[in-house]
Each structure stands twice: as C-alpha cells, then as structure tokens.
C-alpha cells in the first residue's frame, strides 16, 4: 500500500504544480530490493528526467574533490566549514555585486572580492550555523591558488570510483546550457536573470561564478544519485581502503559527520523512521538523498529528486511535509518488506 500511496503523491504533485516532476527511489543493497518511480503532468515519466541537485553537490562531488587533494588544504579548517562552524554567516546574495549579464570574468572578480572579505563571527565560530560561504572560499583557493578544475577533477574522480554514474556541471563558459536541455527539469522564473531557468544551475551566486561550485552546481538523474548511495554504503562495508575512499568514509562516520547531515525528529526526514547511523543531505531545488547502513539491520537508501522551486520558490512548509511523508512511507514498505520476508 506504501508503494502505491507513494505513487499517487506524486502523480498529484506533479499533476497539481505544471513543469514540476518528481522521482523517487528506496531499497536494500543486499539482497538488492529497489523500488522506484518518476512522475510528470500527472502520470508516469520514462523520460528520465534531469535535475539541478544544488545542494548534493556537497556530499556527491566536494567531498571526493578535497580528499583527493586533502594535503594542500588546513585540515582544521575542512572539518569546520564541512560541519558547518566555521564562524560564517548563513548566506549573501553575491551575485547583485554586479548585473546577470555582466562580463563573466567581470562578475567572478567581484564576486570573489566580496566572498574573501566576508568576516567569520567570533561568537559563532564553534557553533553550527549551515552556511555557503565557507564552500565558496574552499572554491576560491582550489581554483586561484592551487589552479584547479573543479569540473575536470569531479569529472575524472567519478569516472574512477563511481563509473556508474553521469553527474555533471554546466560550466557556462563552455557549454552554456546542459547538452540534454529538453530532458532538464526547469528550476524557476526569475526575476533576476529575466528568464525561466533551465540547463543552467539555480544557485544564482554558482551561476555568478560560471556554474560549477562545491556547494552547487551538479545536474543528475535518479539513476546517477542511485549509483552513489549504494558507492557509499559500500564503503561502510570493506575493510582497507585506499586513502580517498577512507577520507570519504570517516567523514560519514565521525560525530559530527563532516559535510553529511544526521536525522532529526521532526526534520525532513521524520528521523524516528531511520537508524541514528542514517546520514544525507538535502538540496534547495527539491533534492535529497538519505543512506542508512543499519535499517532493520540491512543497508538501505531514499532518495527524492523533484524540481519544487518552478514555478516559483513560495512553498517550502509543502516541500517539508512531502519529504516526511516519502521517508515515513518508504520506510514503512521496506520495513514490512523485511519483516515478512518479501525480499527477492
């Protein structure tokens, strides 16, 4: 019945809000039991649709881009931007130091300017205030003082240890639009840049900086999220691992988690639903993805992509209620999965 509930929410979501779509997956890695869904205009998608994932940016891309360089960077100050007490102040709109259509190399001196000139907090440092800016610094030393690409390096580490999957940037100066444009679900009409987002990324200060980021930028499918939730209950499970893989894993697993988020009641998540090991992280467009390496004993992953900030961004208490239901429902279906023994 889970299944089906799950189905229907989002066949009327999708139905409800024209342009939204929304997708979802849940399973076990072993034995491999996956259940999942895709919904557009009402019914059922095989389009595969593509999604602005914003924020999994974090977990999905920064995290193996600054283990594989962990050397040229102050461990304590990784550990304090990645669980988000660096002292920085939540968010500002850098992008409005200059106009949208302003000369890109323009707009990222300016906005570089002003990122580097943001003060920490003393009162806050220590404490967790979730926050960007500590992301978009490690951005800046990456590429002005190591000179390194974010994209290239992203590209090529998951071609290495994620081959499953085809998360990519759009950097603008590049590309300009996502080569799969048709299949990408539209983020927002906005004001700013005087046109509906789609094939460019929704964070307006990652589009300020030519798209690519470590706190945003990333576009996927529920395929190619899929293939990094089972990558990282992988990990949880070996042995020995080379350097990088056991960087990304001691970041899941230390307390806190370094970049990864934990559940709590009365979160998004409906924390009560998943084991105090669950970790994740949620994205402003929609996103989320959530591993549990001891659900019912079993290993187990939810994901939910949706492209909720089209048309507009006026609903986040909707949002909110629709990520508990899926965690609450999709739980209870694996969990009587398990129990009754109704696994392949």
């Known amino acids: 019945m889970s299944l089906k509930e799950l189905k229907s929410l989002c066949d ?35 389009q595969k649709p593509i999604y602005d994932l914003a924020s999994l940016t974090k977990v999905l891309a920064t995290p193996m881009i600054l283990a594989r360089f962990e050397k040229r960077f102050d461990a304590k100050e990784i550990l304090a931007i990645g669980t988000h007490r660096s002292g920085f102040p939540a968010w500002r709109p850098f992008y409005l130091m200059t106009e949208h259509h302003s000369q890109l190399s323009v707009r990222r001196h300016n906005i570089k300017s ?9 009162e806050q440092s220590g404490s967790r205030l979730y926050s960007d800016i500590g992301f978009l610094r490690l951005q800046i030393e990456l590429e002005d003082v190591h000179h390194l690409s974010i994209e290239e390096t992203f590209t090529r580490l998951q071609r290495q240890y994620v081959p499953q999957a085809n ?62 939730a089972q990558f990282w209950l992988s990990l949880l499970q070996q042995g020995t691992l080379r ?91 694996l969990r009587k999965c398990i129990r009754t023994g109704i696994l392949n």
């Open 12 to 46: 009327r979501q999708s139905q409800h809000h024209h342009g939204r779509a929304l997708s979802f997956v849940y399973g076990l890695t072993k034995p491999k039991q996956i259940f999942s869904y895709e919904s557009f205009a009402g019914q059922e998608t095989f």
């Open 114 to 122: 002003a990122i580097l000139s943001t003060h920490r907090s003393k």
């Open 167 to 228: 998360c990519q940037y759009v950097c603008l100066s590049n590309r300009g639009y996502h080569p799969h444009i048709h299949r990408v679900m539209p983020t927002e009409h906005c004001q700013w840049r005087a046109r509906t987002i789609q094939g460019q990324v929704h964070d307006a200060n990652c589009f300020s900086l030519d798209g690519v980021g470590l706190h945003a930028g990333l576009f996927g499918t529920i395929d190619d999220v899929t293939a990094y």
């Open 243 to 333: 350097p990088i893989l056991t960087q990304l894993r001691d970041n899941m697993t230390s307390q806190p988690p370094v970049f990864w988020d934990q559940t709590t009641r009365g979160g998004s998540t409906e924390g009560a639903e998943l084991s105090q090991e669950a970790r994740g992280h949620l994205g402003y467009t929609g996103t989320s993805v959530w591993i549990d390496p001891n659900f019912e004993g079993h290993q187990a992953f939810f994901i939910l992509l949706t492209n909720w900030t089209y048309p507009n961004d006026d609903d986040r208490a909707e949002l909110k209620k629709i990520r508990q239901k899926f965690h609450a429902l999709a739980a209870q279906h």
